[in-house]
């Protein structure tokens, strides 16, 4: 089925640093949603993106849906240890069937030394 | 933002044994839920998907009948694991669709964690 590439795989930061991952897709989205996972909880949603070149911010959280509509990223600015966890993007794929389905990204494990 | 509580948060139980998770949205009905299994450091795999008032339609190489799902409400959908063997200890998440005026988000349970020994 269809996936999402999400690059990187894992990060090694220093606090205060900024943060930059990615998704890409082969087929065209038409939401972009990017959530955070703690150890042992659920994912919780950061920022929804529904529109082409649409921008979104959320605290050191900034987003962007992509204008070609098959990819996305997520920033996160002057980075503290509680940002450290796994984050997913997950896409919608456009005039899909199954109304609400999720595609996921692989991940990005995020480590933040202090 | 909406909220998913799933219950219970995790689960021993002897191979064998049928194992029931709930997941209710407390604030929002939610015609359409969504359970998926994750093992550790790895990405969300969509289950099924539950449908309020019909059968729930699961993904490919899902057993719908080891996987038994009841979505009675608009707040409340369950999974039965039946007859649980050791390989299905796994962490298992629902999440409920919210829909707003304009857009929809996707909510999530805190997820339950399964050992089966």
């Known amino acids: 089925g269809q996936q999402l590439n999400q690059s990187p795989q894992s990060m090694f930061i220093q606090e205060g640093e900024d943060v930059s991952m990615n998704c890409t897709s082969s087929s065209i989205f038409n939401t972009w949603l990017w959530y955070k996972q703690d150890p042992g909880e659920g994912p919780v949603l950061l920022i929804a993106l529904y529109k082409a070149g649409e921008l979104t911010s959320n605290g050191r959280l900034t987003a962007q849906f992509g204008t070609t509509r098959k990819d996305s990223f997520l920033n996160i600015s002057a980075s503290i240890p509680s940002d450290v966890g796994i984050y997913f993007c997950a896409g919608r794929q456009a005039g899909g069937t199954s109304y609400g389905k999720l595609t996921f990204g692989q991940g990005t494990i995020l480590t933040v030394h202090p | 933002g909406a909220v998913v509580s799933q219950h219970p948060s995790w689960v021993i139980c002897k191979s064998g044994t049928s194992v029931k998770i709930e997941c209710r949205s407390l604030d929002f009905q939610a015609t359409t839920m969504f359970w998926y299994r994750q093992f550790p450091k790895q990405s969300l795999m969509l289950m099924a998907t539950s449908n309020e008032g019909s059968k729930a339609t699961y993904e490919q190489g899902v057993e719908k009948d080891k996987f038994l799902i009841n979505h009675a409400s608009l707040t409340l959908s369950t999974l039965t694991v039946t007859s649980a063997h050791p390989e299905d200890s796994s962490f298992y998440i629902c999440?409920?669709?919210?829909?707003?005026?304009?857009?929809?988000?996707?909510?999530f349970g805190s997820g339950t964690q399964l050992s089966v020994l």
């Open positions: 999440s409920a669709r919210a829909q707003g005026k304009a857009n929809e988000k996707l909510f």
